[in-house]
């Protein structure tokens, strides 16, 4: 069955520190891999996605990705957290989008 | 450009209640979706339609049918509602394989 697994249920994180949420997904998902990040009483908006190509993906918001197909993994980064990243990421995957659980990130004054 | 709409924003039901959930997009996209989102669970797909006529079940359909009415109008029915059926609904849709966009959600509450 395919599956996409996010480790961390929640990140707690100071402002201005750096932060890495971490993805795997099952080797039976297709590799299409997405982040996307849902704000308070939101929905959700794409962060960045990886289709083919480069490994090292860029997004919106200063936020990127590194797919790694030999760990199976896709983990999202950014060097320097704001406040305003405090949200719920999701990563999702595969041509019939299974999402993760969901890792809510706190970044703290 | 509206993107994806979704109709009501809120709503509550006694059991056993019936109602349907809407969903439209002006993005003239192929693919819908309905996920349904429920604390420390993600969103899990309830149902899909890859283009108009066609629909699939996802990995929750029990207790739902959808109907994709024509390309922009994909809804979602409960016909007898459950208490485990309380959730935060999500619409979307795709061109393709690639990136959906959501609609706002609707907040569903059955007592």
């Known amino acids: 069955a395919q599956s996409v697994t996010q480790l961390d249920s929640q990140v707690p994180v100071f402002e201005e520190a750096p932060v890495e949420l971490r993805c795997n997904y099952s080797?039976?998902?297709?590799?299409?891999l997405f982040w996307y990040v849902q704000y308070p009483n939101q929905g959700l908006q794409l962060l960045l996605k990886y289709l083919s190509g480069s490994t090292l993906v860029k997004g919106i918001n200063g936020f990127e990705a590194e797919f790694n197909k030999s760990q199976t993994s896709f983990h999202l980064r950014k060097p320097s957290v704001h406040i305003s990243d405090t949200a719920e990421y999701f990563c999702?995957?595969?041509?019939?989008?299974?999402f993760g659980p969901g890792t809510r990130l706190s970044v703290l004054p | 450009n509206a993107g994806v709409t979704q109709t009501p924003k809120f709503q509550v039901l006694k059991t056993g209640q019936s109602m349907t959930l809407q969903c439209a997009q002006d993005?003239?996209?192929?693919?819908m979706y309905w996920y349904r989102q429920d604390p420390g669970m993600g969103l899990r797909l309830i149902y899909y339609?890859?283009?108009?006529?066609?629909?699939d079940k996802g990995e929750v359909p029990n207790g739902y049918n959808v109907s994709r009415l024509n390309k922009r109008e994909f809804s979602l029915r409960l016909e007898s509602a459950a208490p485990s059926q309380t959730s935060v609904y999500f619409c979307?849709?795709?061109?393709?394989?690639?990136?959906?966009?959501f609609g706002p959600g609707t907040r569903l509450t059955v007592l």
């Open positions: 993005m003239n996209h192929n693919s």
């Open positions: 339609s890859a283009s108009e006529g066609t629909t």
């Open positions: 979307a849709s795709s061109p393709s394989r690639d990136t959906q966009y």
């Open positions: 999702a995957g595969g041509q019939n989008f299974v």
């Open positions: 080797s039976s998902v297709s590799v299409y």
